[in-house]
């Protein structure tokens, strides 16, 4: 594929994504569906374009999503976590060896949430009772990985979906 290809390929994920984000906020309960619909586009356009591209859509749906969605919070949630997330995985995965690949990917959903937690804390000076946050943060954890492992688990099948129906390797399975 050429490199003006990639582009406009990459320019169409960051569109989809980007729509997707902007959707998320009008309908209520499926936000967190559409925001994790929104990442499969960075996934895809690693697959199509590479790596380099993947970056590319993951910077524009973000930037595109804070400046255009009506939910800074979803845009913001995409860009901290859900939309680079298809490109850790698409690096962890070629380690090989699934264990080590879990451990990694744990590793740097922990990172994630305990920095969401100082950001909320901290930075953003939300005012949250601290007997609450004691009780509530080994909860809070213990939800966010069953989410992650649900999350990594949509991503995986999702890009297999793609790669057997849409990618332009198809052809060559």
Known sequence: MRGTQKTSLTA???GLGTTLLYLSALTGPLQ???MVFSSVFTAAAVVECGMTHGVLCWIGTSLLGLFIAPDKGAALCYAAFL????????LTERIGKRFFEYIIKFILASIII?????????????????????LSIPAAFLFFYLAFALYD???TLAIKAYLKRISKYKNRR
């Open 83 to 90: 939309g680079w997330y298809p490109l850790a995985k698409s």
């Open 12 to 14: 169409l994920f960051i």
């Open 114 to 134: 305990v920095l969401y937690i100082f950001v909320l804390q901290r930075i953003l000076a939300t005012d949250i009772d601290e007997s609450i946050v004691e």
């Open 153 to 155: 688990t949509f991503l």
């Open 32 to 34: 967190l569906t559409l």
